[in-house]
């Protein structure tokens, strides 16, 4: 399906949709840092307040390895993330927050989802 969604890119209008659904597809082959570079690639295109983009960002970061709460995630309606759906560890915490912190904040300064979403990561008093 990769491949045949490559053979298409010429044809298909709307780019967006097509760069979501090759990072699904990149996310179901375990291939975490093409998925990666395809998120940050949709938020290149002013994607930024997309919370499924964003959902994608996390699973790709974390390397996540069950299929099936990916596909979940993507799923999500509103604002929900990956952040939202599941209860973090600390270490899947911090490696959000510092993605975060060093690809998408000093980027994307204008937008909400951006700034928002490692707010949502806090707990306690921090």
Not at 35 to 48: E, N, V
Request: glycine share 4%.
């Amino acid at each position: 399906a990769l491949n045949h969604l490559a053979v298409c890119e010429g044809i298909v209008v709307d780019r967006g949709a097509w760069l979501m659904t090759r990072g699904e597809y990149q996310l179901k082959l375990k291939d975490f840092a093409a998925a990666r570079q395809t998120a940050l690639l949709m938020f290149k295109r002013g994607m930024t307040e997309n919370h499924k983009a964003h959902s994608m960002y996390m699973c790709a970061v974390l390397e996540l390895q069950d299929e099936a709460v990916c596909d979940e995630a993507l799923k999500l309606a509103g604002t929900n993330t990956l952040a939202s759906m599941l209860p973090l560890t600390d270490e899947q915490t911090k490696a959000i927050s510092e993605a975060y912190q060093t690809e998408l904040v000093p980027h994307y300064l204008h937008s909400h989802a951006v700034q928002r979403i490692p707010y949502q990561l806090l707990k306690g008093e921090e």
